[in-house]
């Protein structure tokens, strides 16, 4: 069953087009990664399947659903870590995740015991009562995930949730993206290519605002009859013409 099954879908600003009717599924439990490079029109569109931006045209189906009509019942199973993050900089760490929790209607025990437990998973613990401005920026992307997971969504949208991770810190997101696998679709975009081939069953790439490539890793080797991701990526951007659709 597909998740989301994106159609046509579009976003001009003033003086560019940043999504170029893009058509694309995405199938519930995968883990998919989206591509691209700056300015690919990546954001752009993770803001206008959460809601956050109107598309010009088209539309997209969220478990049947249309993001044009029926964004409110959508809200009630996915979520978002966005780019920029949205942690409130003078609440503490656990203040954060229970307000998250109460805003999606949890009572305050419950929204307690979540926030406790997300502590735990991501390793925050020592950190509880410190405000969150004190965070160190991938720290701050750690909160940003858990908050994102409180309200055990079906699909979150992770934008560059390992940007500014060290390496140690990077594996360790790896590992509880993992877990999530199978049970909640994720929606990943990432600069860092090694954790997509670590990761993701499904790979889109997009090139200004365009859909250059889907498949898996496998799929998109075999298309390419390249080895490395990198070098199907750079690839497919630099040559115009090449559109690999499985
Ligand atoms: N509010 C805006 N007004 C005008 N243009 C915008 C606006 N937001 C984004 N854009 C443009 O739309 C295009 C796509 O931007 P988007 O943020 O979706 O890219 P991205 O793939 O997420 O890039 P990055 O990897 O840098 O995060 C870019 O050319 C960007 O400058
Ligand atoms: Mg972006």
Do not use: C
Not at 66 to 84: L, V
């Amino acid at each position: 069953m597909n998740a989301i099954e994106i159609k046509q879908l579009r976003k001009e600003y003033k003086d560019r087009v940043a999504v170029d009717d893009l058509t694309f599924n995405i199938k519930e439990g995968e883990f998919f990664a989206l591509l691209g490079f700056n300015g690919a029109g990546k954001t752009t569109t993770i803001k206008m399947l959460t809601g956050l931006l109107k598309p010009t045209s088209g539309d997209a189906l969220v478990f049947g659903k249309s993001i044009i009509t029926d964004m409110n019942s959508i809200k009630e199973y996915i979520n978002i870590s966005p780019q920029e993050t949205a942690i409130a900089p003078n609440l503490t760490v656990f203040e954060n995740l229970v307000f998250i929790a109460e805003i999606y209607g949890f009572k305050k025990e419950i929204a307690k015991t979540k926030a406790n437990l997300l502590l735990e998973q991501f390793k925050l613990t020592d950190r509880k009562n410190d405000k969150s401005k004190k965070l160190s920026g991938g720290l701050k992307r750690r909160l940003s995930i858990a908050m994102s997971l409180i309200t055990n969504p079906k699909i979150i949208f992770l934008d560059e949730p390992t940007l500014g991770l060290d390496v140690r810190s990077r594996r360790e997101l790896w590992h509880i993206l993992n877990e999530l696998k199978g049970n909640v679709t994720v929606i990943l975009t990432t600069h860092y290519l090694d954790e997509v081939e670590a990761l993701s069953d499904s790979i889109a790439i997009i090139d200004k605002g365009n859909l250059k490539a889907i498949g898996s890793l496998d799929e998109l080797k075999k298309q390419s009859g390249l080895e490395k991701l990198e070098d199907i990526f750079l690839t497919l951007i630099e040559s115009e013409e090449v559109l690999w659709r499985h």
